[in-house]
């Protein structure tokens, strides 16, 4: 499975992005798709995930009102909308996924659940 994220750049704050993720390769059908980020400095961290099969989603609080993931009709690509960006979220965004479904909701944001890692796109969001 292959990932290849884009959509980054920069924006000033209060402003919007959207970014895509498209997969290749093998697709596992009952399984997550989902976007981390990492800042300078600091460790990657979950920002959304959605299941493949029925569309469930999961947000980190932080973004949480703001960010909105979704999926496209082939289910080979993901989409992560961003709105009101904030200079806090600029950091570089991967897209990844998973060979399975988590059974615990918890898990659905835990970075070692995921099997599957793009290179990432850099957000800048200037104050």
């Known amino acids: 499975v292959q990932l290849q994220a884009s959509g980054g750049g920069l924006v000033q704050g209060g402003g919007s992005l959207i970014l895509a993720c498209e997969s290749s390769?093998?697709?596992?059908?009952?399984?997550?798709m989902g976007w981390f980020r990492q800042a300078p400095g600091k460790e990657r961290e979950f920002v959304a995930t959605?299941?493949?099969?029925?569309?469930?989603?999961y947000y980190a609080d932080s973004v949480k009102g703001r960010f909105t993931i979704s999926k496209g009709n082939a289910e080979t690509t993901m989409y992560l909308q961003m709105n009101n960006l904030e200079p806090e979220d600029t950091a570089v965004y991967y897209c990844?996924?998973?060979?399975?479904?988590?059974?615990?909701?918890?898990?659905?944001?835990?970075?070692?659940?995921?099997?599957?890692w793009g290179p990432g796109t850099l957000v800048t969001v200037s104050s």
């Open positions: 990844a996924a998973t060979k399975s479904l988590p059974l615990r909701l918890g898990q659905w944001a835990q970075t070692e659940n995921y099997d599957f």
């Open positions: 959605i299941s493949r099969s029925d569309g469930r989603t």
């Open positions: 390769g093998f697709i596992f059908s009952r399984s997550l």
